[in-house]
Structures are given as C-alpha cells and as structure tokens.
C-alpha cells in the first residue's frame, strides 16, 4: 500500500492563479481530510469529507473548494491563490474502528504564494 | 471555539535527560491522540488515550489523560537524538462516527547528543 499520496510536493503560484492539490489513498478509507499548517498556528482543518459524494467545511475554508468524486481521491482547489494561502497543506485519512480513528497523512504539499 | 494549548513550545535537552510536555484545554475531549511529525513530513500517530486516568507506555513515551478528559502529558525517559521532532496533540470529538482533529500548536523538541 502507497498509503497516502499528496502532489506535487513542492509548488510556486503567482496572486489571482488556480491550482489544484491532489491526494489519493488506498486504504479504502471513507474519511479525508485536508489540514495547512503555518508556523505556530499547529494544523488547522481546511474541509473534510465522510464518503464519496458528502464533503464539508473545517475551521478555514474560505479560498478553497473540495469534491469527492471517489473513495480514492480527495483534491483541494485554490480557486484564486492569495499570499495569506503560503502553507504546508497536509491531506490524512482515516478509519474508524468503533472506538477510535486512526489517522494517516501524506507528506504534504508546500506551496509558496507570491 | 475548542482549542488545545500545548507547553513548552520548544524544548532543548541533552542525550539521556528526562522531559514533559503537556496539552491542556478547557473543553472535554472524547479521546486525544498523540502525534509525532519530522521535517518534511507528515505528522505521524504515536497513541491514542480514551479513558480519563489512561495511561499508556510506548518504549519510552508515556502518555496520560487527565481523569476529566480535559488534557494529557507526554513523558519521554531518557531521551535520544532519534527522540528529535515536532510533538502535537490533538483533541477528538465524535459527533457522529468519526471526529475531527483538534490540533495544538506543538512541542519542538531537540536532543543533542
């Protein structure tokens, strides 16, 4: 198993340009996650999804846009790339055991706004 | 507005020396979980703890939920070079069947040799 795949690792956009950040995973998890992470601000939840179809918003979601047209795959749009949007973005997954979840991340896209 | 303070935000020590980090809020959580992240990459689970008064012990690391599931403290005997990397907890709570992560703002540890 890959686990949890995020592209492109590294990537550079202009103010006004659009992107999309990829994640896949093959766990068969139903839960996806998309997290930034800013030095001294710890991980803040962008939007999550419970199941193919079913997406929502987290504590930031404002400049962003999620689909979830599979179990697989969960991308993040940048709609209009903003240099308050210079982060660490983190996709995870999870699955729930009936008691706890355990969740996987990938290893992170860092996308530089200028 | 739940949040999760974590302290010390950064900790220096040499090989061997003993250290605690602590995570504390004033919500009630369902469960905490213990994360650990290296540069570069992704924060990686080390434990979950449910139960208030949990404790429990991984190699070194010691994890424990405070009795009103309101915080947890991390203790590493002994620490190693290997031990070096960002420590966050986060705070779940299950609305439905699974929770959303609440994370803090991490423990920056280094240990010298």
């Known amino acids: 198993n890959a686990g949890v795949t995020q592209t492109p690792k590294f990537q550079v956009l202009k103010t006004g340009q659009s992107m999309t950040l990829q994640c896949a995973q093959d766990m068969n998890h139903e839960y996806m996650s998309w997290y930034r992470q800013d030095p001294g601000m710890g991980l803040r939840l962008i939007h999550y999804?419970?199941?193919?179809?079913?997406?929502d918003q987290g504590e930031v979601p404002n400049g962003y846009n999620v689909s979830r047209s599979t179990t697989e795959d969960f991308p993040l749009r940048l709609l209009s790339a903003a240099p308050s949007q210079t982060s660490v973005y983190f996709c995870?997954?999870?699955?729930?055991?009936?008691?706890?979840?355990?969740?996987?991340f990938g290893p992170g896209t860092r996308l530089t706004v200028l | 507005t739940q949040l999760l303070e974590q302290s010390p935000q950064f900790l220096s020590i040499q090989e061997g020396e003993n250290l605690t980090v602590y995570c504390n809020s004033s919500?009630?959580?369902?469960?905490l979980q213990w994360y650990r992240q290296e540069p570069g990459e992704g924060p990686v689970l080390l434990v979950t703890?449910?139960?208030?008064?949990e404790v429990k012990k991984l190699k070194r690391l010691t994890f424990q939920f405070g009795d009103a599931r309101k915080d947890s403290s991390l203790h590493i005997t002994a620490a190693q070079p290997g031990d070096t990397g960002l420590y966050l907890c986060?705070?779940?709570?299950?609305?439905?069947?699974?929770?959303?992560?609440?994370f803090g703002k991490g423990t920056k540890l280094s240990v010298k040799p």
């Open positions: 995870a997954s999870s699955y729930w055991d009936g008691g706890t979840d355990t969740q996987y």
């Open positions: 999804s419970v199941g193919a179809g079913i997406t």
């Open positions: 919500s009630v959580f369902s469960s």
């Open positions: 703890v449910v139960t208030g008064g």
């Open positions: 986060a705070g779940v709570n299950y609305g439905g069947s699974q929770g959303n992560l609440i």
